[in-house]
């Protein structure tokens, strides 16, 4: 990876702009990003050594990052799976941070969260393309925003939370400043 003269961006894709109602259409492509990711961080990811793995983009190493994208895809198919089950039910919120400390993150074969990433999106997207329009307007209750939270909203959020961090490793392999 290549040495940077400047800080890595907050946002190397853009921050997230939220676009609900999301149309049928818009929604295909989400889907389409949201299968896609396993295979492009697999792509960005492959190769590191254990050294390129532990390299920082601010405060997280890359293989932190791909460890964290588990954890809250994880957490994000759960929601979905109980927003189409429940009526608005309260999902639990997690320290992110906090979960990125644990030594499983810190340490653990980046492979490891790679492998569940392609079975859970693989899963996932099975799912979403089976929803229909009203299960998209679905909603859960977010206790940390204090707000429900659309079902197409939230494919938006992860598809663009999947291009966040991938674009937060594509910087450091990249070299951009």
């Known amino acids: 990876m290549a040495l940077h003269r400047m800080p890595p961006p907050e946002f190397p894709v853009g921050p997230y702009v939220s676009e609900p109602p999301i149309a049928a259409g818009r929604r295909l492509e989400l889907i389409g ?82 492998r569940l990433l392609e079975s859970l999106h693989a899963r996932w997207a099975v799912l979403l393309r089976t929803l229909t329009d009203g299960d998209f307007e679905r909603t859960y209750f977010h206790p940390k925003h204090q707000r429900e939270v659309r079902l197409d909203e939230t494919i938006a959020l992860y598809a663009h939370h999947g291009r966040h961090h991938s674009g937060q490793i594509a910087w450091l392999r990249e070299g951009k400043d």
Do not use: C
Not at 88 to 111: F, G, Q, V
């Open 33 to 114: 990003q949201i299968e896609q990711l396993p295979a492009q961080l697999r792509q960005l990811v492959g190769g590191m050594n254990d050294s390129q793995l532990d390299t920082r983009y601010k405060n997280w190493t890359v293989r932190q990052i791909v460890h964290h994208l588990a954890d809250s895809h994880l957490n994000g198919y759960v929601r979905f799976r109980l927003t189409l089950t429940e009526k608005r039910p309260t999902i639990k919120n997690y320290n992110r941070a906090r979960w990125a400390e644990l030594s499983d993150s810190k340490t653990a074969d980046a492979e490891l969260s790679l």
